[in-house]
């Protein structure tokens, strides 16, 4: 069973980190929940693997599970649940505002905001500008 | 006194709780609670402060569970001097930010800022490595809402680079807490420095991987150098009062490489040898001249100051990596000076901003902007803060990071960059500011012709920008960081006296590690079946408490102890 939990954890890396890779925000963020589940298995695998045992020790009961990383998962799986949420919506609202998903080059976009703000400049970027005012 | 320790963290997530419930819709009432709950927490953070600087380290105990079975706060030198930091800072960002309107900018600021007020404070008080992270996503949550604040396509885009780079710094923090309980069998910081301390130096791999996971989860909130890519957009690209609050941001990554490595990776022990003068040293004075060239090239000024966080991080870092209570004490210094100038800096980009309309942050000559002399006289003292030049505290704080490197090896690596920098430094911020204050005379002489005597020249400028002058809020408010940093030069010897007080007491931690773990909890009901419970771990042993009424916190620590034998 180490063997089993241990390749999920480093597939589930793998994996998530090649997604982080990408450039397009949808990718990048299946790549952080992929590697959200694989924090979340290895969270609970760092109270030792054991099957069918309580996880509170009672007076006849001489093994058991490690109760506490069972909270700490809980808790890790809850904040990460709720961070995807909203990286999800912001980055939504990026992709609405922007009309691109790309993660990167917020300079370059910069320089093109404020060059539009002077209509007679260039119309092209104006036009990018209207649509992040109505937004 | 005693439940005062987590007034900082209940009072502002409760008022958040009630500006976002009770008074949505009514912005005067949103600004009176917020600035109340934040001139409430100054208060107390004053007391803390009082409370803790003779040395005495509180314990809190939420909940009544006793240290390492419940979650702790505990007010120390260092905790109770970053919060009373936090406090000082927030309310003159506040003030900024109601002053000039950037509060009404979109919904919900005062929620948002008052539930990052929670989580800094959280952060700093906490005595429980997996509350810190708590805190930390708490902060984090709160400071992705406040980083996209008032929208826009940039700024969105922004937001969204820092989120996913905070994400992935979570992640890495969760699996460095993983790998540390798995170690060490448990969160609490005072109980990790006693296992961590009895440790088997010869069988240690997995907890040398959860110290350098750790270093490099702190690395990525302090900006260090192969990890800073994340603060120069969204610090440039951030509401103003929300990056001048960002500055409170990155000392927590450094106070919390300050508090595990004194504490419970401490520098003598065999697991972190060569950590320290081999990697953090080299890389914080790499950061420190990045993040100065930085300044040197940058085209926009919110970016600039951007990058003089980055190179104050360098510096207040390079102070760190010594591991001497000399080297602590002079990088809090420069923690409590690079903080409130950061923010002062900051702010007066966003009037600078404002007041040039078109070319808003550009680093390029453009017609004056209304009201200028005060402005440029405000960031001239604000730069000269920020590149360390006297009179005022970053020289102190450079002089003083400069003497605490002398018997280290790296010594002359450590004066010159740091000198180096500064000069890089000093000229980045020359160009900059004779671009933006002086040069627009020259253009508005070339321009209006006929403009010969200052006089026709300041009724030229005021035909061009009639919107100008001076509003009274966000003046005061960076009047009031400006006047904190006077202030910080001038009790430059007290505030010293008690940094190394801090200082020492961070090298000493036995003191905080007793009371943390010696302090009994509350007392647990038995449910009927009377047993001999025959021990429970290593940390019922103080006496206070009887065996079996820990009764079930007691089967953790055995699980603990069981767990750490493998």
Redesign the interface.
Known sequence: MEFLIATTIGVLTAAGIYM?MRLR?FP??IG?SL??YA?NL??F????LVINEPP??R?DVTS?T????QA?VL??IV??F???A??VM??L??YL??DDDH?????D??RD??AG??PEEDPDTQR?DE??SR? | MMHWIIAPVLLPAMMAAIIVLAARFHETLQRIFSVASLVAVLAISIGLYMQASDGTVTLYQLGDWQAPFGIVLVADRLATTMVLLTAVLALPVLVYAIGSGWDRRGQHFHALFQFQIMGIMGAFLTGDAFNLFVFFEVLLIASYGLMVHSGGATRTRAGVQYMLYNLLGSTLFLFALGTLYAQAGTLNMADLAQRVAQADPGNSAGLRVAAVLLLLVFAIKAALLPLHFWLPSSYAEAPAPVAALFAIMTKVGAYGIIRFYTMIFPPSSPLMAGAHEEWLLPLALLTLMIGMIGVLGAREIGRLVAFSVIGSMGMLLASVAHFTPAGIASALYYALHSTLTTAALFLIVDVIRERRGRVAGEVEETLPMAGGALVAGLFFVACIAMAGLPPLSGFIGKLLILEASTGSPMMGWVWAVVLGSSLIAVVGFSRAGSTIFWKPHQVAVEKCGSVDDPEDEQGAREVHDPTGGNQPMPMLAIGTLVALLIALTVFAGPVMRQLDATAAQLFAPQPYISTVLDTPGKEIEKHGDDHGESGDGGHGEDGDLPADEAHEPGAEAQTDDALGGH
């Open positions: 982080v925000t990048v963020i952080t590697l959200t924090v290895f969270l695998a760092s109270g030792r509170i020790l007076d058991y490690d109760p506490l990383p700490l808790t890790a904040i990460s709720g961070m995807t909203v990286v912001i980055a609202a990026s505002n922007a993660v990167d080059e917020a300079q976009l910069s905001r404020r703000t002077d990018g649509k992040e937004a």
